[in-house]
């Protein structure tokens, strides 16, 4: 496809991005989108949420979910990535560990986003993780498609010479 990206340029994109939508299932089946924050690390995506959210409860009885990352405000800057899976929470401590350092790896990049947060706040967010209220899930990137409209660029460039040719 024209505006496919490349697994390198899925991978920055990905690093560059803070937020993604995450969308599970409702018991009813019908889906339900989750703004999240999210970190890349290797061929996963993390996302940290409270384990009573309703999105834990809702992949705890199916973990099929559909996650977005998006930006762009004109047409020629649209860029985004959607991956398609199963969700897992994550219970190995390593793997907690390593995606924590990458998420405090890309704060440190872009920014953590809690600029305007109370200063008590990162230490009560500890404490919670500490005592099991939140939980650390794992998206695979099984099915993964991207779309980078700038690629279109030259193809409507070159459109627009061969009209004006004729």
Known sequence: MATEMTPAEIGDFLDSQRTLVLVTLRPDG???????WFTKLGDALYVDTKRSSLKN?????DARV???AE??????ELRGVRVEGRCEEVKDPEEMARARAAQAEKEA?????????PAWFSGSRDRRLER????????????????DFSK???HYARGSQDRAAT
Do not use: D, K, T
Request: aromatic residues 8%; positive net charge.
């Open 152 to 154: 279109l660029r030259r």
């Open 30 to 36: 019908s889906p339900v989108a989750h703004p999240m």
């Open 66 to 68: 559909c996650a977005v």
């Open 71 to 76: 930006a762009g405000e004109s047409y020629f």
């Open 132 to 147: 099991g209220e939140r939980v650390l899930l794992r998206i695979p990137m099984q099915r993964v498609y991207s779309w």
């Open 109 to 117: 990049r872009i920014g953590s986003g809690l600029g305007e947060m």
């Open 57 to 61: 409860r809702n992949l705890s009885r």
